[in-house]
């Protein structure tokens, strides 16, 4: 906003004086540059009063300029109508009559520093009074406000006594609050407005919008990923894709300084030079012109034609060739990764992939990150590769591989967290899952499940196999807050019963007396005589009391029986264990280990079959005396 502020205080000597000058102008502020100049004084010393002010109008012709018309202030309330004021053709100016001298000593308002701003168009003004201004009150001080707005006005070369009717409110708002205060000041600066005129509407140029382009914004703080090019730009059906926006002239405006503002010719130059299939669907408006995606997928230009694919075939995804592929899981793009060479690698190093589905011919590399609904790798996973998916296949898997259902070829001391984990072959591994199934088992193989663990072929050893119901993070966590729950609860309850001792004992003492008082109270009532105040309250008192215990008798019963709801489930967290089994189809060789580990109470049973032992299928069972066994069972 633009700021036009009053004078400062004269910083040059008090002695210089000018005489007092009448001029008339139709440009202030240029005349008291020149009359200061010309007296060789600081323009901050002199002041001025408007002694007249003369405002014409004119209304051309098309191609003819007319005389200017003095107007009286009658006239041009007829004058200033929307239509004229809009009309390019017509003209409004004033002409100042002033008297320019140095400014007074003792000045009454040096202290209130006000200033006229305005908006870019000068379509809207506003008074500013700084913060720390002073002000006392004086009879003349609504006039002498007006004097001075229009001064400041003037200066800033704005027209007075036209657009500016709200003027005498924001005097009389200023004045009564002066009026009050006696000598106010301002503790912050105040901002009224005291001139509109007609705010023209900007023209608009014709925008073409690809949406689908958006990138990721990177803060002054982050680096740029250069391996997040954007590949392809994946989209949802739905989605508006590409938005044209249509030139429009914008509307005429008249300042507050009587200047016409006549909108500029749009610029038409993105008018759309494409074209679309039935994949991207077109809405045509007044204003603009939307391309919204039909169904999930990604978008292609495919010369001069946009259109929706899910199907992508590429050879390798690496920083070089492609970067990062972030398409979502809910976006039903598939991609097939073409290359099988067993010495490169098909998803690259540090490369991130997220997708629907991924068909990986070859390997995925050091630190690279697959993740999908469906995944197949046909060559071999990393050491510090990651793969997911709610159906993933793996032929060699040395990283770690996330699922619902996994199926892996060849374990080789990879990791694997899954629901239900199929293993043809395994060397070495982590396996966690509610159900695991391994063909062939060689040694160094940790399986913990928490339902069961079958073994087709056992060939090695050093294995442990686990069953533990506390397998999943989330249900640790669900047995921590019931726990938890159950100790606060425990608390809970014996405060109140205890609580429910003390009021039978207190209920129990004074039942004679209770009902003494109220048989009295009985016959007061009756016999139509007043009650003794003290007989009340001691009803009154009895009464709460019972009322009080009915109340936490009924909660200490809602309690108990939570608290047996909450102890059945902790029982519920280790009731599957007993349902558990390891299963070994094959004989028994070297060292290997069964462990089942029970919620409550915390404890491992362990047990090392012997070598050679025909026992297939083993549980845990409780004995008569409460001891925890791993047994042989029959399926």
């Known amino acids: 906003m633009a700021i036009f502020a009053l004078g400062k205080k004269d910083t040059q000597s008090s002695q210089t004086k000018i005489r007092p000058t009448v001029v008339r102008t139709q440009n202030v502020a240029k005349e008291l540059i020149s009359i200061a100049k010309s007296n060789d004084v600081n323009i901050h010393s002199i002041d001025f009063n408007v002694l007249d002010v003369q405002t014409y109008t004119r209304v051309n012709k098309e191609n003819e300029e007319v005389d200017w018309e003095e107007a009286t202030d009658g006239e041009l309330e007829t004058l200033l109508t929307e239509k004229n004021l809009l009309n390019k053709y017509f003209g409004i100016k004033q002409m100042y009559e002033i008297e ?95 001139a509109e005129s007609y705010e023209p509407i900007l023209t608009q140029n014709d925008a073409l919008i690809l949406h689908y382009e958006k990138k990721q914004k990177v803060g002054e703080q982050e680096k740029v990923n250069y391996a997040n090019r954007g590949f392809i730009k994946s989209v949802k059906k739905g989605e508006l894709l590409i938005e044209y926006i249509k030139a429009k002239k914008g509307k005429a405006g008249r300042n507050c300084r009587g200047e016409f503002l006549d909108p500029r010719e749009p610029l038409e130059s993105n008018t759309p030079n494409f074209s679309t299939d039935n994949t991207i669907e077109v809405i045509n408006s007044d204003s603009k012109i939307e391309y919204k995606a039909v169904e999930n997928g990604y978008v292609v230009l495919d010369g001069n034609s946009y259109t929706i694919k899910s199907d992508i075939d590429v050879d390798e995804i690496s920083f070089k060739s492609t970067g990062n592929i972030s398409a979502g899981l809910d976006s039903d793009v598939s991609i097939s990764v073409t290359e099988s060479d067993v010495m490169k690698d098909a998803i690259g190093t540090g490369m991130k992939v997220e997708v629907s589905e991924i068909e990986i011919e070859g390997n995925v590399g050091p630190n690279a990150q697959v993740i999908a609904v469906k995944a197949r790798v046909g060559g071999q996973t990393h050491k510090t590769a990651s793969v997911k998916a709610d159906d993933l296949r793996i032929n060699v898997h040395k990283g770690k591989a996330f699922g619902k259902k996994v199926y892996i070829t060849r374990l080789e001391h990879g990791e694997v967290d899954a629901e239900v984990v199929d293993i043809v072959q395994s060397v070495g591994g982590n396996i966690r899952a509610k159900e695991i199934t391994i063909q062939s088992c060689g040694s160094y193989v940790n399986a913990t499940a928490s339902r069961f663990i079958e073994i087709k072929k056992l060939q090695g050893s050093e294995n442990i196999f686990t069953i533990d119901p506390l397998l999943k993070g989330s249900v640790k966590e669900g047995l921590k807050q019931n726990k938890e729950d159950i100790s606060k609860l425990e608390k809970n309850v014996k405060s109140i019963k205890q609580e429910i001792e003390q009021y039978t004992e207190v209920v129990q003492k004074n039942k004679a007396s209770f009902d003494d008082v109220r048989r009295r109270l009985v016959h007061y009532k009756k016999n139509n005589v007043k009650m003794p105040s003290s007989f009340v309250k001691q009803y009154n008192k009895f009464k709460k009391a019972k009322e009080h215990l009915v109340k936490i008798k009924k909660e200490y019963s809602s309690k108990k029986d939570y608290l047996a709801l909450l102890t059945t489930k902790t029982a519920s967290f280790q009731d599957n264990i007993f349902n558990a089994r390891i299963i070994n189809r094959d004989r028994w ?47």
């Open 100 to 194: 320019v001298f140095s400014k007074l000593p003792n000045d009454p308002y040096q202290d209130f520093h006000l200033a006229i701003g305005a908006n870019a168009t000068k379509c809207k003004v506003y008074l500013s009074i700084k913060e720390d201004s002073q002000l006392s009150y004086n009879k003349n001080l609504e006039q002498d406000l007006r004097t001075l707005i229009d001064k400041s006005k003037v200066r800033a070369n704005i027209l007075i006594k036209v657009f500016d009717s709200m003027v005498e409110n924001v005097v009389s708002k200023i004045a009564a609050y002066v009026r009050v205060q006696e000598s106010a000041k301002y503790e912050k600066s105040e901002m009224h407005l005291v």
């Open 589 to 635: 060789v070297g060292h290997n280990e069964i462990i089942f580990r029970l919620v409550d109470p915390p404890i491992e049973v362990a047990f090392k079959p012997a070598e050679g032992s025909p026992d297939k299928i083993f549980a845990i069972v409780e004995s008569d005396d409460g001891i925890y066994k791993i047994e042989a069972v029959k399926e």
